[in-house]
């Protein structure tokens, strides 16, 4: 049974930045690992997403240039670094894996999810 844990999450002011971390446990198999978001009152929504076996990377656009995801095979851990956070940025994000799907960015892939962590960015 897999297991995601979210770390890293907290308040900052806009501009900052935050590194997000999300530890698995048990064996994860699949076409891929992503962080998603989900705002008081939205939709829950895909921020980034890497395509394990490949190098290939995805990216909300909203989020492009200003976030990196990446992970650590030996540590079984994927990162999201967060850098000029902004107000709009504010929510619960969340570590999900095993989705088989050809498209990472596509949340009801996905068949684990961590308890997520609250990012929240001041003005």
């Known amino acids: 049974q897999v297991h995601l844990v979210e770390s890293g999450g907290g308040s900052v002011q806009a501009g900052g930045s935050l590194r997000l971390s999300c530890v698995a446990s048990?064996?994860?198999?699949?076409?891929?690992m992503g962080w998603f978001r989900q705002a008081p009152g939205k939709e829950r929504e895909a921020v980034a997403a890497l395509y394990t076996g490949y190098s290939n990377l995805d990216y909300a656009d909203s989020v492009k240039g200003r976030f990196t995801i990446s992970r650590d095979n030996a540590k079984n851990t994927v990162y999201l670094q967060m850098d000029s956070l902004k107000p709009e940025d504010t929510a619960m994000y969340y570590c999900a894996a095993m989705s088989y799907f050809s498209d990472c960015m596509v949340l009801r892939g996905y068949n684990v999810w961590g308890q997520g962590t609250q990012v929240t960015v001041s003005s």
């Open positions: 048990g064996v994860v198999t699949g076409n891929c």
